[in-house]
């Protein structure tokens, strides 16, 4: 990979944007629905907003009836 530079989201970043709790958002995440968070402090986690937009993404097309999904 060329570009080494990689944008975090914090937690309340990503509730904000899928508009949902911080307990919402930890059982998407152990029913692996959702993309983990990396670690980048003992006491802070991010996600990397790349997966996020590709979540996103992939939940568009399945709204959308892509894939041969409704």
């Known amino acids: 990979m060329t570009d080494s530079h990689v ?6 970043q990503v509730m904000d ?6 307990s919402t958002l930890y059982a998407m995440i152990r029913a692996d629905e959702f993309p983990k968070p990396i670690q980048i402090t003992r006491g802070r986690v991010g996600w990397i907003m790349q997966e996020v937009e590709e ?3 992939e939940r568009s097309s399945l709204r959308r009836g892509e894939n041969g999904k409704k």
Do not use: E, I, K, P
């Open 55 to 57: 979540w996103f993404a």
């Open 7 to 12: 944008s975090l989201l914090t937690a309340r």
């Open 17 to 22: 944007r899928l508009g949902v709790s911080r």
